[in-house]
């Protein structure tokens, strides 16, 4: 199994910075893509940001310009840098990796728990 864990969610006003961090551990052979996607109460659950192994990076139009997505393959970690966050970012922040288990031929999406960011003032 790869277990995802998050770090790094928490209460902020309009306007301000947070930084999201996971790390994944567990028997795994290989990660490809890592990255976040977040879920607001009563909406689906959306992509925020992603990078491959070589850093090609994806956003959504919604964050393109304020959030930065970054990691650090030799520690199998991901970052989120999240700046000038609104209220409309207020969601369920949850770490992603694509990843090949050991012994397994195919890769597999792999969630973490979800840590919550909430912009209010």
């Known amino acids: 199994q790869v277990q995802l864990v998050e770090s790094g969610g928490g209460l902020v006003q309009p306007g301000e910075s947070l930084s999201l961090s996971c790390a994944a551990s567990?028997?795994?052979?290989?990660?490809?893509?890592m990255g976040w996607y977040r879920q607001a109460p009563g909406k689906q659950r959306e992509l925020v940001a992603t990078?491959?192994?070589?850093?090609?990076?994806n956003y959504a139009d919604f964050v393109r310009g304020r959030f930065t997505i970054s990691r650090d393959n030799a520690k199998n970690a991901v970052y989120l840098q999240m700046n000038t966050l609104n209220p409309e970012d207020t969601a369920l922040y949850y770490c992603?990796?694509?990843?090949?288990?050991?012994?397994?031929?195919?890769?597999?999406?792999?969630w973490g728990q979800g840590t919550q960011v909430t912009v209010s003032s």
């Open positions: 992603y990796a694509h990843s090949r288990r050991r012994g397994i031929p195919w890769f597999e999406d792999y």
């Open positions: 567990g028997r795994f052979a290989a990660i490809g893509d």
């Open positions: 990078m491959g192994e070589s850093g090609g990076e």
